[in-house]
């Protein structure tokens, strides 16, 4: 069993910045690639920003220069810098990971529960 537990989300002004993290636990034997994916009310989910076991980073167009993505793999948890935020920012911020929970076993994706950025003055 793998669980990914979020935190971080919240009300801010424009302007401002928060950070999501995302930790993972359980049977993890290699965690491949963690990252966000975002849904706001009334919209297709959408990728935010990726991050590789290797450091390795992607972002979605309109969040970069304005966050950073970063991974601890000694603790399994990666972290969402989210700087200069703006209302269309406004959704539920969703991490994933992919990894492999054995040796022999297959790349599975996991998610987190979700957690509500909103960005209102």
């Known amino acids: 069993q793998v669980q990914l537990v979020e935190s971080g989300g919240g009300l801010v002004q424009p302007g401002g910045s928060l950070r999501l993290s995302c930790a993972a636990s359980?049977?993890?034997?290699?965690?491949?690639?963690t990252g966000w994916y975002r849904q706001a009310p009334g919209k297709e989910r959408e990728l935010v920003a990726l991050i590789s076991s290797g450091g390795v980073t992607n972002y979605a167009e309109y969040v970069k220069g304005r966050f950073a993505i970063s991974g601890d793999n000694a603790k399994n948890t990666a972290y969402l810098q989210m700087n200069r935020l703006k209302p269309e920012d406004r959704a539920v911020y969703s991490c994933?990971?992919?990894?492999?929970?054995?040796?022999?076993?297959?790349?599975?994706?996991?998610w987190g529960q979700g957690t509500l950025v909103t960005v209102s003055s």
């Open positions: 359980g049977s993890i034997f290699r965690l491949t690639i």
């Open positions: 994933f990971c992919n990894l492999k929970s054995g040796y022999d076993s297959p790349n599975v994706d996991h």
